[in-house]
């Protein structure tokens, strides 16, 4: 038959021969070319963040709904797909779609609540496939507060959570204002209830007490589900200027140490500890005392209902033994202390009181001890420094004759002073080092280039820090003076007691302030009370 029409040559039969045979033997055509086109419409990847919320459940190219805590009313977002010749477009809340490059960050601005994100790939052969990410936007800031007559340390930021401040009168105000998106506001002063504000609206009035205090500010979310809480940390001061002596000398048995609190007074003499009712600052009377054998004498604290006094061990003086101790008392029940454990060590503990915290010393090391498991918490090391040691909010500062460390942020600044150093404290970017017989400030606003000068006047032996004040003592009882660093730049003695009435010069032994009182106490001529309470 081929034959025959190629004999004929029938040009237009034999072109539809060749057609013909072509089909049979599967030569590739436009109509079937589609076939060879790649079919992946897999993403490969996406990525999206949200401050510390990431996406749930982790990315996995067979898993097409996903979800994100978000914070904040933008997102990153990434996506790359895993075939070259497809690509993939988003939209957000059934917004128009948008083709985006692979791998391109994109930042998503999202409304209060839950918003929809869909990324849809198409392959190379026109299929689809499509993911979703729920983004739940829950928005908890505070926009900005104010706080009167507190002057905060630090410029507010709504990314930063915590605050020094420092008081300048005993009461407060709060104008707090939440961003639009948050549902409420709420304060809380030294761990008590919660309490409203108005968002942007002063407070009434808030009584501050002397002491520390910790002001939390608490923004929640619209859904109830998330909340931040913004911490403000200050300390009410004494009323310095109505200071005065009480003028009781009681307890004529070497005192050695004390600790206070609003309502009792707790000694560590001679004999062991007494502990004083001094609701009634100008009658304090005796409620207990119970014997600890050996010289207590590097310090004592209370917290919990639980004391801690540090001494040798069957000594007469401190150069009498090579054992030392701990002493812990159960004083819950202020009429029968009860010694319930001795933690004993070959070098001496000391116990630093600093604004209402505790530490021990002991062999270079500083430690902490958990008062709320007496009978069974071991002291827990803290850092390694050396003495005299201070705290000043997120500061620490030790030093060794003329060097001082600042331990801040995991880091440690050296700087030396001019004398040699037997005591030290803070304030802002100052260190105030004394020994004993002049005061010098170091400003160290650039610590690589320490400002030095020598305050006037200043000569100290004890001293103990409260808030914006030190009261300090000199060394043979002539005077008991309080110095105001409030304004670290112009130190100045607020309020001085040059006469206080002694028989004769007497060494100071122990300065313990404390609520709205002062204890100052003598070797020989026991011990003297101020108060600024009228």
């Known amino acids: 038959m081929v034959y025959y029409l190629l004999r004929k040559k029938n040009v237009f039969l034999y072109l539809i021969l060749f057609f013909i045979i072509s089909c049979n033997t599967g030569t590739p055509t436009p109509e079937n070319n589609n ?91 026109k299929s689809t496939k499509t993911y979703v990410v729920n983004i739940n936007y829950t928005n908890y800031y505070l926009s900005d507060i104010e706080i009167s007559n507190l002057k905060l340390a630090n410029f507010f ?21 939440k961003e639009q998106d948050a549902k409420k506001v709420e304060y809380s002063l030294d761990d008590g209830n919660y309490l409203l504000l108005q968002s942007g609206i002063p407070s009434s009035e808030i009584k501050i007490n002397v002491g520390n205090h910790l002001l939390k500010i608490k923004v929640t979310s619209i859904d109830d589900n998330y909340f931040k809480e913004y911490k403000f940390e200050f300390f009410g001061n004494q009323n310095v200027a109505n200071l005065k002596t009480v003028g009781a000398q009681l307890f004529n048995n070497y005192i050695r140490g004390l600790f206070a609190d609003a309502q009792y007074l707790y000694i560590a003499d001679y004999d062991g500890l007494q502990i004083v009712d001094i609701i009634d600052i100008k009658n304090p009377k005796e409620v207990s005392k119970i014997k600890i054998n050996g010289y207590p004498s590097y310090g004592i604290t209370v917290k919990n209902n639980i004391c801690l006094i540090s001494r040798n061990i069957n000594g007469a003086s401190i150069f009498d033994t090579n054992k030392y101790a701990i002493d812990i008392i159960d004083v819950l029940d202020k009429t029968n202390p009860k010694i319930i454990r001795t933690i004993e060590g070959a070098t001496y503990f000391k116990i630093i009181n600093i604004n209402g915290e505790f530490l021990i010393y002991n062999n270079d090391v500083f430690y902490k001890f958990d008062t709320t498991k007496p009978t069974t918490a071991n002291i827990e090391i803290f850092f390694s420094g050396k003495l005299p040691f201070y705290k000043y909010r997120d500061s620490l500062y030790s030093a060794d004759q003329k060097n001082i460390s600042v331990y801040k942020n995991n880091k440690i600044t050296q700087i030396g002073a001019d004398i040699g150093i037997m005591d030290l404290f803070a304030k802002d970017n100052f260190i105030f080092v004394t020994d004993q017989s002049q005061l010098q400030s170091i400003d160290i606003t650039v610590p690589t280039k320490p400002v030095k000068k020598y305050l006037p006047l200043m000569e100290y032996l004890i001293k103990d820090t409260y808030g914006n004040y030190v009261y ?26 040059d006469n206080l009435g002694l028989p004769k010069y007497d060494r100071p032994s122990a300065v313990f302030v404390s609520d709205h009182n002062c204890f100052l106490a003598f070797e020989n001529y026991g011990l003297y009370i101020f108060t600024d309470k009228d």
């Not at 128009?96 to 918003?115: A, P, Q």
């Not at 915590?162 to 407060?172: A, H, K, M, Q, V």
């Not at 003592?473 to 607020?494: E, L």
């Open 35 to 125: 076939s060879i086109l790649s079919n992946n419409n897999y993403l490969s990847m996406i990525s999206l963040s949200s401050g510390t919320f990431y996406l749930n459940p982790d990315f996995n190219k067979d898993i097409l709904e996903y979800s994100i805590q978000c914070t904040m009313n933008t997102v990153s977002f990434q996506a790359k797909t895993e075939d070259q010749k497809s690509y993939f477009e988003f939209r957000l809340n059934g917004n128009t779609w948008t083709i985006l490059k692979s791998e391109v960050t994109k930042d998503l601005t999202v409304d209060s609540g839950l918003n929809k994100l869909e990324i849809k790939v198409t392959a190379e052969n």
């Open 157 to 177: 930021n709504k990314n930063n959570l915590n605050y020094y401040g420092d008081l300048s009168t005993d009461f407060i105000t709060i104008t707090a204002t």
């Open 472 to 497: 300090i003592a000199d060394s043979i009882g002539r005077y008991f003076k309080i110095i105001d660093i409030r304004d670290p730049n112009n130190v100045k003695i607020t309020k001085n007691f």
